[in-house]
């Protein structure tokens, strides 16, 4: 199911939990870099989520053998103030994403277990992930083209960050998608020790 972008979505995750019984559900996307030595395309499946705005915090169910390390912080917001990432990163957040927090939330009220899976598009902090560009992508995830246009409009040479940060973007999916395809060989195995 897709979800979209943001922490209003998981209402869609209520209305699959209420309608299907489902065995796991595992978030799949894209996420940003906090840590130093993250690198694009690095797959993070991570111990908890933390709801930013509330602090809420959320504990993933192990799935298959790959280490699970880590707090994702999940918000609607864009966060890039230096001083703001180090404190996350002292409290053991390695990636930032807008949706897992939310549905896992809504998994724990439906007593679902839920993991994640989400691979590096960005790191925090680049200074070419801006608002304004964060903005050119629509609520399902899509790029808002004519935001795109608008903004190479007023200065053609930002096709080349634009352009980078594309690749970026697919590099990551690519590598998250195939991590998941991994990880869901292992629904209903015994959680590894």
Known sequence: MLLGVGTEPAAATRALLAEREVDHVV??????G???????????????VRHG?????HTSTPLGPAPHVGTMHTSDELV???VALAALAAYGVVAL?????AVAEVCEAAA?????????????GDESITAEVAAMTRPDGTPD?????????????????LGRLGQD?????RAAAEAAVEACRHVGDPPPR
């Open 145 to 161: 083209l004519d935001a795109v246009t608008r903004h190479l409009e007023e200065d053609p040479s930002r096709i080349e960050v």
């Open 169 to 173: 973007v697919e590099r990551a999916a």
């Open 112 to 124: 679902v277990p839920w993991s994640v899976v989400r691979a590096i598009s960005d790191l925090a």
């Open 53 to 57: 705005p509330t602090g809420r915090r």
């Open 97 to 101: 994403d807008m949706e897992t927090a």
């Open 80 to 82: 890039q103030d230096p």
């Open 34 to 48: 906090v840590l130093a030595d993250a690198q694009i395309g690095d797959v993070v499946r991570v111990e908890s």
């Open 27 to 32: 978030v799949v996307g894209i996420a940003g």
